[in-house]
C-alpha cells in the first residue's frame, strides 16, 4: 500500500532552520507533483512548496521565498523541504502529498492541493523563542 512519511518536524527559535523528509513506500516520487503543504489551528491548508519530479520545476508560495528550499532526492525515492530563517507564523503541521501531473498542468502551489490523492499523516513544527 503506497504510504508518504513525513519526518523533521520539531521546535525551532525563530531565525533557526529546520529539514522535513517526505519518504515514499510502495510509490515512487519521480515524475510526480510533490507539494509539501501546512495547517496552523484555525487556518485552511496551504501549499508552500511544491516540485515536479519529472522536470524539476519549484514553487513556492510567497511568504516563503527565499526561505524554503524543496529538493528530491530519486536513489532515497524522497522530497525535502529545507526551511531556513523560520519565523513564528512558520508553526503549523506539515504534510507532504503527491500527485501525477496532468497534462498541460504545472505542479504550482497556485493549484492548492487539488488532485493530490497520497498524504503522509503530518509533522508539527513549532517557531517560538
Known amino acids: 500500500q503506497a504510504q508518504l512519511v513525513e519526518s523533521g518536524g520539531g521546535s525551532a527559535q525563530p531565525g533557526g532552520s529546520l529539514r522535513l523528509s517526505c519518504a515514499a513506500s510502495?510509490?515512487?516520487?519521480?515524475?510526480?507533483?510533490v507539494g509539501w503543504f501546512r495547517q496552523a489551528p484555525g487556518t485552511e491548508r496551504e501549499a508552500v512548496a511544491s516540485?515536479?519530479?519529472?522536470?524539476?520545476?519549484?514553487y513556492y508560495h510567497d511568504s516563503v521565498k527565499g526561505r524554503f528550499t524543496i529538493s528530491q532526492d530519486n536513489a532515497k525515492n524522497t522530497v525535502s523541504l529545507q526551511m531556513n530563517n523560520l519565523k513564528p507564523e512558520d508553526a503549523a503541521m506539515y504534510y507532504c502529498?503527491?500527485?501525477?501531473?496532468?497534462?498541460?498542468?504545472?505542479?504550482?502551489?497556485?493549484?492548492?492541493?487539488?488532485?493530490?490523492?497520497?498524504w503522509g499523516q503530518g509533522t508539527q513544527v513549532t517557531v517560538s523563542s
Open positions: 510502495a510509490y515512487s516520487l519521480q515524475n510526480k507533483c
Open positions: 502529498a503527491a500527485k501525477i501531473r496532468e497534462w498541460g498542468t504545472t505542479c504550482s502551489v497556485l493549484s492548492g492541493s487539488s488532485g493530490y490523492g497520497y
Open positions: 516540485i515536479d519530479t519529472g522536470g524539476g520545476s519549484k
